[in-house]
Antibody
């Protein structure tokens, strides 16, 4: 069965960095585009980043462009999100999500990893 | 960017009720719309994609309709496990965007 397991969240000071990981199993990871989506406490969902199946193309939300970098290692079935210059407003649960066979919506999500940015 | 609005923001209903949630897009998105259900402390779950296609394993009491700028999610007969927050998402163009959510609560 499809499994996505995020890790790497934690508490970091403003201006700091974190790298999130998402370990994928149960499907052909190298064949699927992937997303990162976040949700601030008590708030709605915000799409953060997208990466093509082969890692050749990425897209970012304006709110993270220039600070976050999405990447993947298809040999390790792992998705990453490098987050630099973190701000208080980046505090959120971060989910990795697999795209569907028939579009860029997400049919499987991880359980999330919590990032808290505070001094 | 394409903005999505949902109505109502909050809905109080009883088991057995028929529930309809509306999602409106700021510009036409054809049928590139998905619906998700999220329960507290859990990840979102895909219910509907391409505006009206039921995701595998989702009960048939859920249905979606619409195209262009106006879409609806209908739960034909509300069950206890359906009390949750529902989000629409447009996948027509990047940046992908979500609606603000509709919380369905027990009356």
């Amino acid at each position: 069965q499809v499994q996505l397991v995020e890790s790497g969240g934690g508490v970091v000071q403003p201006g700091g960095s974190l790298r999130l990981s998402c370990a994928a199993s149960g499907f052909a990871f190298s064949s699927y585009n992937m997303h990162w989506v976040r949700q601030s406490p008590g708030r709605g969902l915000e799409w953060v980043a997208f990466i093509l199946f082969d890692g050749s193309h990425e897209k970012y939300a304006d709110s993270v462009k220039g600070r976050f970098t999405v990447s993947r290692d298809n040999s390790r079935n792992t998705l990453y999100l490098q987050m630099n210059s973190l701000r208080a407003e980046d505090t959120a649960m971060y989910y990795c999500a697999k795209t569907h066979d028939y579009g860029d919506h997400s049919d499987y999500w991880g359980q999330g990893t919590l990032v808290t940015v505070c001094s | 960017d394409i903005q999505l609005t949902q109505s109502p923001s909050f809905l109080s209903a009883s088991v057995g009720d028929r529930v309809t949630i509306t999602c409106r897009a700021s510009q036409a998105i054809s049928s590139y719309l998905a619906w998700y259900q999220q329960k507290p402390g859990k990840a979102p779950k895909l219910l509907i994609y391409a505006a009206s296609t039921l995701q595998s394993g989702v009960p048939s009491r859920f249905s979606g309709s619409g195209s262009g700028t106006e879409f609806t999610l209908t739960i034909s007969t509300l069950q206890p496990e359906d009390f949750a927050t529902y989000y629409c998402q447009q996948v027509n163009s990047y940046p992908l965007t979500f609606g603000p959510g509709t919380k369905v609560d027990i009356k």
